[in-house]
């Protein structure tokens, strides 16, 4: 997870035989928020397994965070977590 001004990017990487490129970028969510969708650009990320989030829609408390990210990938619902440290 990167955070930038307004925006934190997740890198998916997915187990081997599977393709990001197959990712449905509609189905990608963190913690329940949505990626954000509109643009090409995101989409040709979204193949290389990065969504990108808009940080205002999260409500984090200071310390240890879990964000989870899910998603369907050419039919299967990816699930993978990290516990993230919020100052």
Do not use: C, H
Request: aromatic share 10%; no cysteine.
């Amino acid at each position: 997870i990167k955070q930038n001004t307004g925006v934190i990017t997740v890198q998916v990487t997915v187990p081997k035989g599977f393709n990001p490129a197959q990712f449905d970028l509609r189905s990608a969510k963190l913690n329940g928020v949505s990626a954000n969708i509109g643009t090409n650009g995101l989409e040709q990320q979204a193949k290389k397994g990065q969504f990108k989030f808009s940080r205002e829609e999260f409500t984090w408390t200071s310390g240890t965070n879990k964000a989870e990210f899910r998603g369907m990938l050419n039919g299967y619902l990816v699930v993978g977590s990290k516990s993230v440290e919020v100052k």
